[in-house]
């Protein structure tokens, strides 16, 4: 399942119709397409009238029609079981956090459908005056596990270098696609596995060390280092963290190197919920670096960097109780 956000006009039904209309072999998609009104219109818009499209009119997903949400996927999922793949449009005022945790909340639903990313359409002639309008804007870009930058057919150069900043300073890590008049290669859009312990990519990697806070109060930290953590420690300090801020952290990832232990520690975190696993050994030859990514609203960089280096396992080997911790880069 992939969620496609992005702000009020900035392009979503053109994408979702390019990626329906492009040659597609036995696949089959289902829709699901929320509408902020009492009438729907977008899933008048969808072409392809075969397509299986559910359409949740009167609310916003991210919050007055959740339940909704799960009520369309089912009707999805009971009218055809063998879907390759679900694309849900959501409104463009919606905030991607609580859908995403919504979805991996409901164990009967993630059972058959696995969340594989959210991708943010980004329009390069209104992105610098919508995000100033509405902070949903700078969460949706922010939270994406791929960015889509549309109209760059009709935006001057500097819109499209200016929406390109604001895109890069929310978001480093996710890749930046541009998309005309919704021509996209579908495969882009697919196999993402943001929210995939297991998933391939590493995008952690891609992450700078920290992205400057924008104006717009949504930053993304990346905390690195090459000693490793002291297991008890950087459990608790996730789990304090995560519940007392993760209504501001939107997305917390990482790869752990854990004292003690030869395997990755891989965790995924959407606002409160947190979840992470051990993983295949590190492989030979390649450092047991650790990274950590926040995504969050008024990140406390300080208290992050701070709390990141009280992790640190004690160099000598001796007991963690006994370390105190060197900086964290
Ligand atoms: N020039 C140009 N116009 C585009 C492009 N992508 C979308 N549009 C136009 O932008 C307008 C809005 O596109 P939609 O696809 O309806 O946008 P949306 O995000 O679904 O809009 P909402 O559902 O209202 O949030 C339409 O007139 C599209 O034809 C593009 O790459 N270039």
Do not use: Y
């Given at each position: 399942m992939t969620v496609l956000t992005g702000y009020l006009g900035a392009g979503k039904t053109t994408i979702l119709n390019g990626i329906l209309g492009a040659p597609r072999g036995a696949r089959r998609y289902g829709v699901v397409v929320n509408e902020f009104g009492e009438i729907g219109v977008d899933g008048e818009l969808i072409v392809g009238a075969d397509e299986a499209v559910v359409e949740l009119a009167?609310?916003?997903?991210c919050c007055s029609v959740r339940g909704d949400l799960i009520g369309a996927l089912e009707t999805l999922l009971a009218r055809d079981a063998g879907l390759d793949a679900?694309?849900?449009?959501?409104?463009?005022?919606?905030?991607?956090?609580p859908i995403a945790a919504t979805f991996l909340l409901d164990d009967d639903l993630s059972d058959h459908i696995r969340l594989d990313g959210v991708v943010c359409v980004v329009d390069a002639v209104h992105l610098a005056e919508s995000?100033?309008?509405?902070?949903?804007v700078a969460a949706q870009?922010?939270?994406?596990?791929?960015?889509?930058?549309?109209?760059?057919?009709?935006a001057s150069p500097s819109q499209r270098t200016e929406a390109e900043g604001i895109a890069r300073a929310l978001n480093?890590?996710?890749?930046?696609?541009?998309?005309?008049?919704?021509?996209?290669?579908?495969?882009a859009l697919f196999d993402l596995r943001g929210f995939d312990l297991r998933g391939p990519r590493n995008r952690f990697v891609a992450a700078p060390a920290?992205?400057?806070?924008?104006?717009?109060?949504?930053?993304?930290?990346?905390?690195?280092?090459?000693?490793?953590?002291?297991?008890?420690?950087?459990?608790?300090?996730?789990?304090?963290?995560?519940?007392?801020?993760?209504?501001?952290?939107?997305?917390?990832?990482?790869v752990v190197a854990l004292s003690g232990e030869n395997r990755r520690f891989v965790f995924h975190g959407v606002?409160?919920?947190?979840?992470?696993?051990?993983?295949?050994p590190w492989p030979i030859g390649d450092e047991r670096r650790s990274r950590l990514v926040f995504?969050?609203?008024?990140?406390?960089?300080?208290?992050?960097?701070?709390?990141?280096?009280?992790?640190?396992?004690?160099?000598?080997?001796?007991?963690?109780?006994?370390?105190?911790?060197?900086?964290?880069a």
């Open positions: 009167n609310g916003c997903l679900i694309l849900i449009e959501t409104t463009g005022l919606a905030d991607p956090a995000i100033e309008g509405d902070p949903a870009i922010a939270f994406a596990d791929l960015l889509l930058l549309t109209k760059a057919d009709v480093a890590a996710a890749p930046l696609v541009h998309v005309t008049r919704g021509a996209v290669d579908p495969q920290a992205v400057e806070p924008s104006r717009h109060q949504v930053s993304s930290l990346a905390l690195t280092t090459d000693r490793e953590l002291d297991p008890d420690r950087f459990m608790s300090w996730m789990q304090t963290l995560i519940r007392r801020s993760g209504g501001d952290i939107l997305r917390s990832k990482g606002q409160t919920m947190l979840e992470g696993d051990v993983q295949e995504i969050g609203r008024n990140l406390d960089e300080a208290a992050l960097r701070d709390g990141f280096a009280a992790c640190l396992a004690p160099e000598d080997g001796s007991s963690a109780s006994e370390g105190r911790s060197a900086a964290a």
